[in-house]
């Protein structure tokens, strides 16, 4: 057999395997068909109302552009501002690796006006009015404290828990054991990047405490009709200490940004790589080009492109949920008495809302951009699913029960970093946290709910097994799979064989 026959047959191989994964049937929460108005459905950029309800006429000429696929339609969308809708046709893209986009399964986004939602939304503006509390401060905070009290009153709360209530050991961080082990912030985010010949601090420019957006009705109002926001200043680079810096981050970093410095982190701390990797015992062979340092990096860059294919199908073609911005005016429209949009009154008579018009004079959602969320829908974040893949690959790669030495945690005000005295930190639990800060930094900055983030990276997840299942297949090498932790706590092995628990 040629070698040309070989690679066709590989190929084929590896189509008729994704061909036959599935995670289920996909659904909608039915929010669209539920308000006449499409209140809680996506419509940022658009034209709207004074009250930033969407034109129908401008929403129908949306969803016939999303149900023709013709380019025309696309082109017709009347617009309410400058700023376009962002690549919504890339909802129909093909991926030659990994699993298709649209084979991707995740839980219909909250409802609208559901007490899930409700709680998401008291987060928000919790996390909103925390931005510029130290991440070392969150045991002692008083503003802290207040947030925990609040959340754990409604009728349904959000995030991870001990005995059903928020505590000052789990406010604010993801779900997965990793996240609940030392500082907030992964080691990941902290440390310096090994680069070619140089190092990287991880020093980061940060807008000045209080700077925050959309507080105003106007103000609000434009960006919904997606005008172009006022410039954003920031100065005192430091490392990442509060959730503002955080929120800085996934501002403007780039789609693999924080996993490509994560891999090159770890690359440069020796005996890293995953005891499953054949190359741990061979006497004459070292890691490169396969299973080595080459791979892993060729493979984070792959899983962050694959996860956003995923990322827009869901988002534009599924659920089409609204941003937590909107979700903000609603709520600000309801208390002012001007329209009722039948939100929770739990939410509505909550604290977090007292204290955001106490702050702010309104009840819309501070944003720590002034552009608000991107011109895209909200569930999934896109930031999550490529947190979720990329996290994953590193997570097949790398020992995960390795401890990583000499562990740092910013100061207060994040001119230093210090040493990190206290439990052990493992790579499996520090890529994990780094998932979740990034995904959860968006909530920070306001743009996303907690489900997108959580839920968005599972959707990333199952499209990086479609990749190493796919990759599986072209090892030469004795290899027995790749195996790694979901982040539902799951041990999976996966190799040419299929993907099996363990």
Same mark, same amino acid.
């Given at each position: 057999?040629?070698r040309q026959a070989?690679?066709? +047959?590989?190929?084929i191989d590896?189509?008729?395997?994704?061909?036959?994964?599935?995670?289920?049937?996909?659904?909608?929460?039915? !929010?669209?068909?539920?308000?006449a108005?499409?209140?809680?459905?996506?419509?940022?950029?658009?034209?709207?109302?004074?009250f930033?309800?969407?034109?129908?006429?401008?929403?129908?000429?949306?969803?016939r $552009?999303?149900?023709?696929?013709?380019? $025309? !339609?696309?082109?017709?969308i009347?617009?309410?501002?400058?700023? /376009?809708l962002v690549?919504?046709?890339? +909802? &129909?893209?093909?991926?030659?690796?990994g699993?298709?986009s649209?084979?991707?399964?995740m839980?219909?986004?909250? *409802?609208?006006?559901? $007490? *899930?939602?409700?709680? *998401?939304?008291?987060e928000?503006?919790w996390?909103a009015?925390?931005?510029d509390v130290?991440?070392?401060?969150?045991?002692?905070?008083?503003l802290?404290?207040?947030?925990?009290?609040?959340?754990?009153?409604?009728s349904?709360?959000?995030?991870p828990?001990?005995?059903?209530?928020?505590t000052?050991?789990?406010?604010?961080?993801?779900l997965?054991?990793?996240?609940?082990?030392?500082?907030?912030?992964?080691?990941?985010?902290?440390?310096d990047?090994?680069?070619?010949?140089?190092?990287?601090e =991880?020093?980061y420019?940060?807008?000045?405490?209080g700077?925050?957006?959309?507080t105003?009705?106007? *103000?609000?109002?434009?960006?919904? %009709?997606? =005008?172009?926001?006022?410039?954003?200043i /920031?100065?005192?680079?430091?490392?990442?200490s509060d959730?503002?810096? @955080?929120?800085?981050?996934?501002?403007? !970093?780039y789609?693999?940004?924080?996993?490509?410095? +994560?891999?090159?982190?770890?690359l440069?701390?020796?005996g890293?790589f995953?005891?499953g990797?054949? &190359?741990?015992t061979s006497s004459?062979?070292?890691? %490169?080009?396969?299973l080595?340092?080459?791979?892993?990096?060729?493979?984070?860059? /792959?899983?962050?492109n694959?996860?956003?294919?995923?990322?827009w199908?869901q988002?534009?073609?599924?659920?089409?949920?609204?941003?937590?911005?909107?979700?903000?005016g609603?709520?600000h %429209?309801?208390?002012?008495?001007?329209?009722?949009?039948?939100?929770?009154?739990?939410?509505a008579?909550?604290?977090?809302?007292?204290?955001?018009?106490a702050?702010w004079g309104? &009840?819309?959602?501070?944003?720590?951009?002034?552009e608000?969320?991107?011109?895209?829908?909200?569930?999934? +974040?896109?930031?999550?699913t490529i947190?979720?893949?990329?996290c994953?690959?590193l997570?097949?790669? %790398?020992?995960e029960?390795?401890?990583?030495?000499d562990?740092?945690v910013?100061?207060r005000?994040?001119?230093? @970093?210090?040493?990190?005295?206290?439990?052990?930190?493992?790579?499996?639990?520090?890529?994990?946290?780094?998932?979740?800060?990034v995904a959860?930094?968006?909530?920070?900055?306001?743009?996303?709910?907690?489900?997108?983030?959580?839920?968005?990276?599972?959707?990333?997840e =199952?499209?990086?097994?479609?990749?190493?299942?796919?990759?599986?297949?072209? &090892?030469?090498?004795?290899f027995?799979?790749?195996?790694?932790?979901?982040?539902?706590?799951?041990r999976?092995?996966?190799?040419?064989?299929?993907?099996?628990?363990v």
């Open positions: 057999m040629t070989d690679a066709l +047959a590989l190929r590896a189509a008729n395997t994704q061909a036959e994964m599935t995670y289920g049937q996909q659904e909608t929460n039915g !929010d669209e068909g539920r308000f108005d499409y209140r809680g459905s996506y419509s940022k950029g658009l034209p709207h109302d004074s930033g309800i969407v034109d129908p006429t401008a929403y129908g000429a949306f969803l $552009a999303l149900s023709s696929r013709d380019n $025309a !339609d696309f082109e017709a009347p617009l309410g501002g400058v700023r /376009k690549s919504p046709q890339a +909802a &129909y893209r093909f991926e030659m690796v699993l298709d649209h084979k991707t399964v839980r219909p986004a909250p *409802e609208f006006t559901g $007490a *899930e939602t409700a709680a *998401e939304m008291a928000l503006y996390k009015l925390c931005r130290p991440f070392a401060d969150f045991g002692t905070n008083t802290v404290q207040s947030a925990i009290t609040d959340m754990n009153a409604l349904a709360t959000v995030g828990k001990v005995g059903g209530q928020v000052t050991g789990t406010v604010f961080r993801g997965e054991p990793g996240n609940m082990v030392g500082p907030y912030i992964s080691q990941f985010l902290l440390r990047v090994p680069y070619g010949n140089t190092r990287v =991880q020093r420019p940060c807008p000045a405490p700077t925050d957006f959309m105003d009705a106007q *103000e609000w109002l434009n960006i919904q %009709f997606g =005008q172009a926001p006022q410039p954003l /920031k100065d005192n680079p430091r490392y990442i959730a503002r810096a @955080l929120g800085e981050y996934v501002h403007i !970093d789609t693999y940004q924080a996993y490509l410095n +994560a891999a090159l982190i770890l440069g701390i020796p890293t995953d005891i990797n054949p &190359y741990a004459t062979q070292a890691a %490169f080009a396969t080595g340092g080459p791979d892993v990096l060729d493979l984070v860059a /792959k899983a962050g694959l996860a956003l294919s995923g990322a199908y988002k534009w073609l599924v659920h089409r949920r609204a941003r937590p911005e909107a979700y903000g609603r709520m %429209f309801q208390k002012t008495g001007e329209q009722d949009y039948g939100l929770p009154q739990e939410l008579d909550s604290d977090a809302l007292a204290q955001t018009f702050n309104t &009840y819309l959602l501070p944003q720590a951009f002034p608000g969320s991107p011109t895209h829908p909200s569930y999934p +974040a896109g930031h999550a947190a979720g893949a990329c994953t690959v997570k097949a790669f %790398f020992e029960s390795y401890v990583l030495p562990p740092v910013a100061s005000d994040g001119h230093a @970093l210090l040493p990190w005295t206290g439990d052990a930190l493992t790579i499996g639990g520090e890529i994990d946290k780094l998932a979740n800060n959860l930094g968006r909530d920070w900055a306001g743009v996303h709910y907690r489900s997108d983030g959580t839920d968005g990276l599972r959707v990333g =199952q499209q990086a097994i479609g990749l190493l299942q796919d990759y599986s297949l072209t &090892y030469r090498e004795q027995d799979g790749f195996t790694l932790t979901t982040f539902d706590g799951e999976i092995n996966i190799s040419s064989g299929g993907v099996a628990s």
